[in-house]
């Protein structure tokens, strides 16, 4: 069974930047589609990022685009999520997973996630 385990979470002043990495046991290779979600307390968990295999074309949600950066490393079995001018709103539990996993609901899927708060 493939598992994600997140990092790199911490607390930022605003403006500030972090960059969070996940890493994947089991066959990463198989994972066609990566993406990054959060979790802010009170609402529901949405996806920030996604990035596919080939780490060529990603994609980001409004709210993020222009400050954050997905990338991957096939070799070493990990995803990356490079933020900067961050913002209180982006205060939340990050987590990654694959993309088919949350198409479908699969919420045995999910890791523990990485808090990142935002605040002076």
């Known amino acids: 069974q493939v598992r994600f385990v997140e990092s790199g979470g911490g607390l930022v002043q605003p403006g500030g930047s972090l960059r969070l990495s996940c890493t994947v046991s089991?066959?990463?290779?198989?994972?066609?589609?990566m993406g990054w979600y959060r979790q802010a307390p009170g609402k529901q968990r949405e996806q920030v990022a996604r990035?596919?295999?080939?780490?060529?074309?990603?994609h980001y949600s409004g709210s993020v685009k222009g400050r954050f950066t997905m990338s991957r490393d096939n070799a070493k079995n990990s995803v990356y999520l490079q933020m900067k001018d961050l913002k209180p709103e982006d205060t939340a539990v990050y987590y990654c997973?694959?993309?088919?996993?949350?198409?479908?609901?699969?919420?045995?899927?999910w890791g523990q996630g990485t808090q990142v708060t935002i605040s002076s």
């Open positions: 990035i596919n295999y080939d780490d060529i074309s990603a």
């Open positions: 089991g066959d990463f290779s198989s994972i066609e589609i």
């Open positions: 997973n694959d993309y088919i996993n949350v198409i479908n609901r699969r919420e045995d899927s």
